[in-house]
């Protein structure tokens, strides 16, 4: 199958700062990819739907400003956590579809651990 | 808003014993339903993927069914191993919701 790199795997920041995270189509372009957060014990969530040269897609709750998404190329998705907080520490992962076709299989990358301390 | 469930939350059985995963959806209007492998701490590898055109989808020990008008689901893991232990989850739509998942233990 297609593949989709995340770096870093896991980050650890002081309160205050920013983090960025990367999200790579490695063998596809991609035009859409979609950034989800999980919580311990929980499922994924749904953050945003990151758009190659447009505007990223926040869903309903999801802090524009905190949570800043780029998508410059059609392999590259970035999410920065700006000013991070205890409470932002989550594990973060991407996905992608492969052209974006709405019926083709997504792939994830190996997910991002971001500890707020 | 599709909502998305999985059944049993978790489950645990000896080796060698098939497995039965369910998941269900409230919008039957899908392209197609993805089933999913999470590893604790890892990201999510993709085990099938059926469209909604399609009943069933096999490979290898794994075969899963869909009866997209009864927003139904199910996957079959065939005489399970201990590497099989993992959390699993099935997903529908193009921005994937998510079911809550089913975390399966297979005993040595």
């Known amino acids: 199958g297609a593949v989709v790199s995340q770096h870093p795997s896991r980050v650890i920041c002081k309160s205050g700062t920013s983090v960025k995270i990367e999200c790579r189509s490695l063998?596809?372009?991609?035009?859409?990819m979609f950034w989800y957060r999980q919580f311990p014990k929980q499922s994924l969530m749904l953050m945003a739907t990151?758009?190659?040269?447009?505007?990223?897609?926040?869903e309903q709750g999801v802090e524009k400003d905190k949570f800043l998404i780029n998508h410059a190329s059609l392999t590259l998705s970035t999410l920065t956590v700006t000013s991070a907080h205890p409470e932002d520490s989550s594990f973060y992962i991407c996905?992608?579809?492969?052209?974006?076709?709405?019926?083709?299989?997504?792939?994830f990358g190996q997910g991002t651990r971001l500890t707020v301390v | 808003k599709q909502e998305v469930t999985q059944i049993p939350a978790a489950l645990s059985v000896p080796e060698g014993e098939n497995l039965v995963l369910n998941c269900s959806f409230t919008?039957?209007?899908?392209?197609?339903l993805q089933w999913f492998r999470q590893d604790p701490g890892k990201g999510l590898t993709s085990l099938l993927l059926?469209?909604?055109?399609?009943r069933e989808q096999t490979s290898g020990r794994l075969n899963a069914s869909l009866d997209k008008s009864s927003g139904r689901s199910t996957l079959y893991i065939a005489a399970s191993q201990p590497g099989d232990s993992a959390t699993y989850l099935c997903?529908?739509?193009?921005?994937?919701?998510f079911g809550a998942g089913t975390t399966v233990t297979v005993r040595a």
């Open positions: 990151s758009n190659e040269g447009s505007k990223a897609t926040y």
């Open positions: 919008d039957s209007a899908i392209y197609n």
């Open positions: 063998d596809f372009q991609a035009t859409t």
């Open positions: 059926i469209q909604s055109s399609q």
């Open positions: 997903a529908v739509g193009y921005k994937l919701s």
């Open positions: 996905s992608a579809r492969d052209g974006g076709r709405v019926n083709t299989e997504a792939f």
